[in-house]
Structures are given as C-alpha cells and as structure tokens.
C-alpha cells in the first residue's frame, strides 16, 4: 500500500473511531464513497481494534513486579534477565525512551525473540499518554506486509 492511501485509511479509521457505534457507519459510507477496497481495509482495522479489547490495561510490572520507575529513570525496577512475565522470559533490556523501557524477552508459547515494552508509572497513570500508548500498539498490531515483522 503506499503511502497516500495508507494515510487516507488511518485517517477514515480514526474519524470511524471518534463516530461511535451509532455514526460509523455514515462515516465509512460518505468517506468510503463506493471504494469497496478502502472500506474493508478500514473495517479490517476497525475488527483488529474490537478484538484487541484491553489487551493493554493493566501495566505487565504492576500486575508482575511492582512499580515502575518514573519517567527520566531508564533504571529498571530491578534486573530483570530470567524473569518469567505472562508467557515471555526476559533476556536483557535493550534501551529507554520517552515512554519507558524496552526489553529483549523470549515468547515461551510461540518459541521467539520478541521486544516487551513497558510504561514508566507517571506514563501509565496519566490517561492521555496512555491511550497514545494503546493507539500506538493497535497501529503497530493493525500492519500486515510481508516485509514487516509480526507484531
């Protein structure tokens, strides 16, 4: 997909997000405008968004290991090589940003190296970073090409 169009699908996704239920509809039908092909990429992203539910509501160290170090601490909580989180063993961590810290981990179930991020406490606890948190997950969760990995 290039570039234009995908801007234009996450563009009628977002707009069909903010419409509720009761408008997405009329969204999808007067910004679709007989594009059958636009209209189910965005319903595809639309289902992806339903499924995902609150897959990321409660924060992997609150629920695992206890607080989070705050944000501008790229100190982790504690060293975390070998700890088991849900389903991932923790191998290293590989850096920090903004947002928190990002760990190398192994998924026990699928047998594969995956990257575990989790959100500073401040991060986690204020709302509005929260969901650009979760919108960042459901778009990385939503993208599908052969050359990209699976996230």
Not at 68 to 90: E, F, M, N, Q, W
Request: glycine share 8%; with cysteine.
């Amino acid at each position: 997909m290039d570039p234009d169009r995908w801007r234009k699908v996450e563009s009628i996704f977002h707009e069909a997000l903010d419409a509720g239920d009761s408008g997405r509809a009329g969204v999808l039908e007067q910004s679709c405008a007989g594009d059958e092909a636009l209209r189910r990429e965005v319903e595809s992203l639309l289902a992806q968004h339903e499924k995902g539910g609150s897959f990321i509501e409660t924060p992997a160290f609150a629920a695992s290991l206890g607080s989070v170090p705050a944000s501008g601490s790229d100190k982790p909580v504690s060293d975390l090589a070998k700890t088991v989180i849900g389903h991932y063993r923790v191998l290293n961590r590989i850096g920090s940003g903004g947002m928190g810290v990002v760990y190398e981990a192994e998924d026990l179930k699928l047998r594969r190296n995956v990257a575990l991020k989790f959100l500073t406490e401040d991060i986690a606890r204020n709302p509005q970073w929260l969901e650009r948190f979760r919108l960042e997950a459901r778009a990385a969760s939503a993208l599908n090409h052969p050359n990209i990995c699976t996230i």
